[in-house]
Every structure is written in C-alpha cells, then in structure tokens.
C-alpha cells in the first residue's frame, strides 16, 4: 500500500523534478543516497547552488543536472530541498520569493529553520517538511528526524520520507521538537567522535597504536549500540553487565562520575540547543 503511495507520488512527479538550494556537503549526502539507492532518477533532480563550481562537481558526482539559476530551478521542479546554512536562509528565501506558488513542496534540512518562518518569508502558504538529518547519511545509515505542515499531502510526506530512508532511518516529530532534536541525532556524531579520539588518544599514550585503537573502538562503538537495540537491554543495565565487582570499568566509571560526565553531556545538549534557537530568530 505504502510502495504504491510512493510510487504513484513519484510517478506524478515525472513531469517535474527534485531541486535542491544549495550543493554542500549535508545536499551531497542527501543526493548520493537517493542516487545509490536508485530512489529517485538521477536526471530527475536538480541542484543550485550560488558557487557554480560545487553544484557542478556534484552534477558530475552524482550524475544530475546543475542549474545556473533559482528561476531555472523552480521550472524544473516542483518539490525544493533548503539546502544551505540558516545564516543564508533570509537571502534564499527573498530570492526565491518572486518564483514561488502554493504548489511547490519546501523540504528544509536547516538547524533552527521554522516553517512558519519559511511560510512567512515566501509570502505563501506552500507545504513545508522540517527535517533534521546527519552526516552518516554518506554512509547509508544516516538517522533523520522530520515533521510537516498541514498542508503536506500524505503522499508527498511518505515520499520524502523514502528519500531519507533510502539513507537511513526517518522519525517522525512535532515541530516543537525539532530545535532539540538536533542535540540527539545531528549534532551528536560530533560528540561521539569527540569521545572516539579521546580514546584513541589515551591508547596511543598506552602503547597501542592509533589505527589499530581505532578500528577497536569503531567496533566497540557498533556492538554497543546494536546491545542497547536488543529488547530488555537499558543502558543502566549494560554498564552493570560490564562492571564486574572489584574490577577494571568501576575505576574508569568513578573517574567520569567524579568530573560530572552526565552533566556535561546535559550541558552541552542544552548549548546546541539554545544556539538552534537563536538561529531561528
Ligand atoms: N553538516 C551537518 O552535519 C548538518 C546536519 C543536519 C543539518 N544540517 C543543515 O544543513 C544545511 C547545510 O549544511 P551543510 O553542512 O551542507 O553546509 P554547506 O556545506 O556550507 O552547504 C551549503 C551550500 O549552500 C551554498 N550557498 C550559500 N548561499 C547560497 C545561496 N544564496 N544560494 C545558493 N546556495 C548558497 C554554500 O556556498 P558557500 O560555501 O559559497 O557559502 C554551500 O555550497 C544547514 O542549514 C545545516 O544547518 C547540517
């Protein structure tokens, strides 16, 4: 039922393509996966970017087609990513304003972005989709959060939702969440790879070398996170099956307790929030 939703969405769409703002890295990611994944054709989509050479490089990349102009965009397509940063968003959306009509479906991957904000800047009452991606998108095991207008059609909402699952996994939020969500699941990769070099960093001091620490905590990284997945399991619960008594984990916890890990992950959490908000204003 879903996969004809999807396909017939699709289907209506042939006439008129996929454009993205913007051909960063977050819209690299994005068109890769839809690409890869044969989700959408890849002469189907459309990328604008203000510096001509990146929109070309990933005409050339990932095989689509690259536009000169916002104008030339909005022809082509009917539904367009925002992709650029939330500093570029005021300039974007003036630009775009003479082109746009209701019909034309807004999937914004921006930190702090509102859609009542972007509805507000366009002059329009377009449909609009939040979403809040990450990088490991690149890597097909991305995990994205995303909400929508009301006036987004369930079809178009169960095909962007294909786009992102066609790279990982897509959750679905009030847009009251969206500020904070980024903390959990965008900004985050940053925070576990902040925590992986300083691992590596005390091994290399411990005598083991950094690739072969690396590829030790990558694994240690995934198994964990596929044991917390397991049904019955908490992260409580784990930290105790790894704590023998008397041994080696209790000294290493006593050291994060004592410098208030869990505190500082709450702080920093809270940062990347407040900055998401102030973004949006
Ligand atoms: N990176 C992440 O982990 C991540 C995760 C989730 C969401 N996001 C969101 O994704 C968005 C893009 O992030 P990103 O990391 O992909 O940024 P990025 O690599 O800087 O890409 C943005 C692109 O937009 C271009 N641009 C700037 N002004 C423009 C304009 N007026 N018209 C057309 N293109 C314009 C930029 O060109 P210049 O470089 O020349 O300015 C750049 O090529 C941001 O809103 C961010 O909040 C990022």
Excluded: W
């Amino acid at each position: 039922m879903v996969y004809s939703i999807i396909y017939k969405a699709v289907f209506e769409l042939e006439e008129k393509g996929l454009g993205f703002i913007g051909a960063g890295n977050m819209a690299g990611a994005i068109i890769n996966g839809i690409v890869g994944t044969k989700t959408f054709p890849a002469q189907k989509i459309y990328v604008y970017d203000i510096n001509t050479e990146k929109s070309e490089a990933l005409k050339k990349k990932a095989g689509i087609q690259s536009v000169p102009s916002l104008d030339e965009l909005v022809k082509n397509c009917s539904i367009l990513f925002l992709a650029v940063k939330p500093q570029n968003f005021s300039e974007v959306l003036a630009d775009l304003k003479p082109f746009v009509n209701d019909r034309i479906l807004f999937v914004s991957i921006a930190a702090g972005i509102s859609t009542s904000y972007i509805t507000r800047e366009l002059g329009c009452n377009c449909p609009v989709i939040r979403t809040m991606p990450n990088t490991p998108l690149l890597v097909g095991k991305g995990a994205t959060a995303m909400c929508k207008t009301a006036n987004v059609a369930d079809e178009d909402f169960q095909l962007v939702q294909s786009l992102f699952a066609a790279c990982g996994t897509v959750t679905v939020l009030d847009e009251k969440q969206m500020n904070a969500v980024i903390s959990v699941n965008s900004s985050s990769p940053a925070y576990v790879y902040l925590f992986a070099k300083a691992m590596m960093d005390s091994a290399v001091k411990q005598g083991i070398d950094a690739a072969t620490a690396l590829e030790l905590i990558c694994q240690t990284f995934e198994g964990s996170a596929e044991m917390l997945r397991q049904p019955g399991l908490t992260p409580e619960s784990l930290i105790k099956m790894v704590s023998s008594p008397g041994g080696t984990t209790l000294k290493a916890l006593d050291v994060f307790y004592a410098h208030h890990f869990e505190g500082i992950v709450d702080e920093a959490m809270k940062a990347c929030t407040k900055r998401a908000e102030e973004l949006g204003k």
